[in-house]
C-alpha cells in the first residue's frame, strides 16, 4: 500500500479545495457551508515522481457535540490512525482559534509526523502566520491552496517526510473499480461497510448522509480494487437546482462513467421504484457491466414463491438489459453479502472475455440458418464475418453488404445468440455494422 498523507482540521478553513487541487480534478465537494466533507475521502496523488494517497477527513468541531459530529470524529480519527502523515490546516485569514488550539491538543497525542498549514493566505509574510507558533508545532507552511500558493515547498516536506518508506516509488496499480449506486437510503454505505469490514462510511437513517462519491482501496483474492460509495440519485425534481445534492449527484454519475463494474443497490423494502429503473437505464447507457443487489431482504415476508415474483418483476422492468444478474441480500445482518465479491469477479470476467473469430462466426452462421435475415427494397441482407473488436465492454464488429437493412429486431436476436452460446451474464455487449460489399469478401 501507498503511505497515506491526512488532511485534518476545523469546518470551512479549505481542507478540501487543497486535496482537489493535489489530486488535480474535482474530487471533494468544495461550499462554503461548514461541514460538508462527512467522510473519509481518498485518492492517489503524486508529486516529483513519488507516490502517497491523500485523504481528506470531515472538519473537528469540539463544540458540536451531535451525533453527526460523532460520526465524522470516528471517521477522522481512523484517517489519523491509518496516516504516515498529518497535515493540520487553519484559517490565515480567520486567525487562530480555541478549536484549532483543541484540534491541535488532540492530533499531537498521536505522535506522528505533524506539519500545521496555514491556508487562505495573500501573502506570506511573518506576522499572518506568527499567532500560530503558540501551537508548537514546528513544521509550519503558508499556503493559499485556491491560488496553488506554496503547495509546492508543502509537498516536498511531506514528500521528505514519507521517503523511508519503500512504498512511495510505487506507482498506481490496475485496480478494479466498483461504484455503489442507487436511491437514497437504499443501504449504499451499510453495504461498503458490510464489504470492508470496517465502520468505513457514515451510516445515518437520514437520506442523504453522503455527499461525495468516496474511494476506498481494499485487496480480495490478492487483487487490487477500488469501491466507490456515492450519494443517492434522486428523481431531478426533488433536487434544488444549486443545492450540493445536485453536486452529489453529478459526483455519482462520474463514478459511474470511471467504474469496471456497478452495483445497483434497490431497497426491496420499499418496492422497485421507477428511481431504481432510472438508475439501471444509466448505467446500462455507459455499457458498464453491473448487479442489481436488492438489499433490506430481510425485512420481506417471504414464502418459496417470493424470490420469483421479484425476478419475474425485474425481468418485466428491465427488459432494455436483460443480461442483468440480481442477489438479494441484508447489508445490515450480512446475509448473501459473502456472494457479492464472486459476482463481482464474474462479471468483470465477462466483460473482459475475448471470443475467437472463428467461433463468433459459427454462432452467427448457425443463427442465420434458424432465421433468414430481413429484406428491405427487395434485397436481403447479407452477413459477411464477424470478429470481436474490444472489451469492457465486449464489442463485436459485423460486416455486411448494407447496414440499413439490418432491423433492430434482428440485431437483437443475433445478440440472444451471442449469449445462448457465451456467458456474457451481467455485461452488455456491443454490436457495430460495417458495410462491405461481396467483390470485397
Known sequence: MKPLVAVVGRPNVGKSTFFNKVCGRRISIVDDIAGVTRDRIYSDAEWCGHYFTLVDTGGLDFVEQGEMQKNIFAQA??????????????????????????????????KKPLILVVNKLDNFELENTYDFYELGIKRMFPISAEQSKGLGELLDEVVSLLKSNPEINNAPGDEIKIAI???????????????????????SSVAGTTRDAIDTPFKYNNKNYVLIDTAGMRKKNAIEDKS??????????????????????IDVSNGITEQDIK?????????????IVLNKWDLIAKDDKTINIYTNKLKEDLKFMDYFVPLYIS?????????????????????????????????????????????????????????????????????????????????????????????????????????RSEKDE
Open 181 to 203: 449506486v442507487g436511491k437514497p437510503n437504499a443501504g449504499k454505505s451499510s453495504l461498503t461497510n458490510r464489504l470492508l469490514g470496517e465502520e468505513r462510511l457514515v451510516v
Open 331 to 435: 447489508a445490515l445482518t450480512g446475509q448473501r453479502t459473502n456472494k457479492i465479491m464472486p459476482l463481482v469477479e464474474k462479471v468483470y470476467e465477462n466483460a473482459s472475455k475475448r471470443v475467437k473469430t472463428g467461433v463468433l462466426n459459427e454462432i452467427i452462421q448457425n443463427a442465420v440458418t434458424v432465421k433468414q435475415p430481413p429484406t428491405k427494397n427487395g434485397q436481403r441482407l447479407k452477413l459477411f464475418y464477424c470478429t470481436q473488436a474490444s472489451t469492457n465492454p465486449p464489442n463485436f464488429v459485423l460486416f455486411v453488404n448494407d447496414t440499413n437493412a439490418m432491423h433492430f429486431s434482428y440485431e437483437r436476436y443475433l445478440e440472444n445468440a451471442i449469449r445462448k452460446a457465451v456467458d456474457f451474464d451481467g455485461t452488455p455487449i456491443k454490436i457495430t455494422l460495417k458495410n
Open 244 to 265: 450540493i445534492e445536485r453536486y452529489s449527484v453529478l459526483r455519482s454519475i462520474e463514478a459511474i462513467k470511471r467504474a469496471d463494474v456497478v452495483l445497483i443497490v
Open 279 to 291: 438508475v439501471a437505464g444509466f448505467v446500462h447507457e455507459q455499457n458498464k457491466p453491473s448487479i
Open 77 to 110: 480519527q481512523m484517517a489519523i490512525d491509518l496516516a504516515d502523515v498529518i497535515l493540520l490546516f487553519v484559517d490565515g485569514k480567520e486567525g487562530l482559534t480555541n478549536n484549532d488550539r483543541q484540534v491541535a491538543d488532540y492530533l499531537r497525542k498521536c
